[in-house]
């Protein structure tokens, strides 16, 4: 059973960092993209960032770039988002999510078969 596990969420001043955490249980974690997914108040699922399975790439949605840092830690089945310079508009529930494919090579397929159940990420003065 696939379990993943989101933490470290909260509320944050504009400009503010915030570290999320993603504990993932029931697979083998080194051989899955994952992925950093959003969703704001009222709108629709938003895709934030991803990183291949061993970590050597990494893919970021434009308005995160050089504020976002997606990382992993395969050894303890862990996925990481540093949030910095957080806006008001990064104001979400953000989910970590698995890629499908074991082994993916390439670009990500954008496509995700689990779901952690979200934390709360807040900017606000």
């Known amino acids: 059973q696939v379990q993943l596990v989101e933490s470290g969420g909260g509320l944050v001043q504009p400009g503010g960092s915030l570290k999320l955490s993603c504990a993932a249980s029931?697979?083998?974690?080194?051989?899955?993209?994952m992925s950093w997914v959003r969703q704001a108040p009222g709108k629709g699922l938003e895709w934030v960032s991803t990183?291949?399975?061993?970590?050597?790439?990494?893919y970021y949605r434009d308005s995160v770039k050089g504020r976002f840092t997606i990382s992993r830690d395969n050894a303890k089945n862990t996925l990481y988002l540093h949030m910095n310079s957080l806006k008001t508009e990064d104001t979400a529930v953000y989910y970590c999510?698995?890629?499908?494919?074991?082994?993916?090579?390439?670009?990500?397929?954008?496509?995700?078969?689990?779901w952690g159940q979200g934390t709360q990420v807040t900017v606000s003065s």
């Open positions: 999510a698995k890629d499908p494919v074991t082994l993916r090579a390439g670009t990500p397929g954008y496509e995700y078969d689990y």
């Open positions: 029931g697979l083998i974690f080194g051989t899955f993209y």
């Open positions: 990183i291949t399975s061993d970590g050597s790439n990494t």
